[in-house]
């Protein structure tokens, strides 16, 4: 996707600062979603989170960003159509998996996509990675293992765990396959937008990226003739939340981020979101965490802050690089 991208001029608020809020705010996004599913199909609440994130952010982009809208050459239009396609795919994939498995195995899969981030940012962004940041993905991944064992297999005088046979088997494995699908399709996403945001301003890539996602599940769900309304406000307000909070503060967080450390590092704090969801999952839906997931969650926890401290230092060893012409990029 070119040459190597280097960091631009560093922002106001630290982007290791603003990624453990976007973490918080992603995590809720698997609760509010089994609230929703209780009447409504997954592709519908997809469509609803991304439409009505689009919907929220369309005035703003009409009055701050309608001159680089306008600007923008086909190739970047096509990329970050291509992105929201690829979030599009990650949503309706992950969201559809709550059904058939739990939250901790659904988030834990989904979230692999650090993984395939750092196995494809060398080749396609030219982003080596550190051996500090490699040890702390290995670390976050390693955990994030651990939690997903941990809802098969049982300790009984040592670790018991069904066969491969049997894992391979019934529901739970169709929601582990699909949230593995959701993983590649939210690498693709994350790599092209950090690409694109060394270009374009956050509310000018965002609104084409989330307004791309909304037509495409909006095509999906009319395509499989599942019912767009007709439900209780209820289930209307979880999906609202849903636009607000993980999506508008959440994934935004890390579009923002994208510009200023490598997509690695921003795939690797993704990985704190089981953390989150399922530490709200014992609140408020009941499924209690075993010390095993305290363990995974454990080494995620220390992953990430192994990864910060060697984004930090590699951000520093390398100097920023001018604003582009235009104004300021936030």
Request: net charge positive; glycine share 10%; hydrophobic share 55%.
């Amino acid at each position: 996707m070119g040459d190597m991208l280097q960091p631009a001029k560093s922002p106001r608020v630290p982007p290791f600062v603003a990624l453990a809020f976007g973490i918080l705010a992603v995590s809720t996004a698997a609760i509010f979603i089994r609230f929703a599913q209780s009447e409504a199909p997954s592709l519908v609440i997809a469509a609803y989170r991304m439409g009505l994130s689009a919907l929220i952010l369309a005035p703003y982009a009409w009055l701050r960003h309608r001159q680089e809208l306008r600007r923008l050459d086909r190739r970047s239009l096509a990329l970050a159509a291509l992105s929201g396609l690829f979030l599009a795919l990650h949503f309706a994939a992950w969201i559809t998996s709550l059904e058939y498995t739990t939250v901790a195995s659904s988030v834990v899969l989904v979230t692999t996509t650090p993984l395939w981030v750092a196995l494809l940012s060398p080749f396609f962004l030219k982003e080596s990675l550190t051996r500090t940041v490699l040890l702390g993905l290995g670390l976050a991944l390693s955990g994030g293992l651990v939690v997903g064992l941990s809802d098969a297999c049982v300790w009984q005088a040592g670790l018991v765990c069904p066969s491969l046979g049997e894992m391979l088997r019934g529901q739970a494995f169709l929601g582990d396959v699909l949230a593995l699908f959701g993983a590649w399709m939210a690498a693709s996403y994350i790599m092209i937008g950090r690409s694109l945001r060394m270009q374009l301003s956050l509310g000018a890539y965002i609104f084409v990226v989330y307004g791309m996602a909304a037509l495409v599940l909006l095509g999906l769900v009319l395509w499989s003739g599942q019912p767009l309304g007709g439900y209780s406000p209820s289930t209307y307000g979880w999906f609202l939340l849903l636009a607000v909070v993980p999506q508008l503060f959440g994934h935004t967080v890390f579009n923002w981020a994208l510009r200023y450390i490598s997509a690695a590092y921003v795939s690797v704090t993704l990985l704190g979101e089981p953390v989150g969801s399922t530490i709200l999952a014992y609140f408020l839906l009941q499924e209690s965490p075993t010390w095993i997931k305290m363990i995974g969650a454990i080494l995620i926890l220390t992953g990430i802050g192994v990864a910060s401290r060697g984004e930090s230092r590699r951000v520093k060893a390398v100097p920023p690089t001018n604003q582009p012409a235009g104004g300021p990029i936030a």
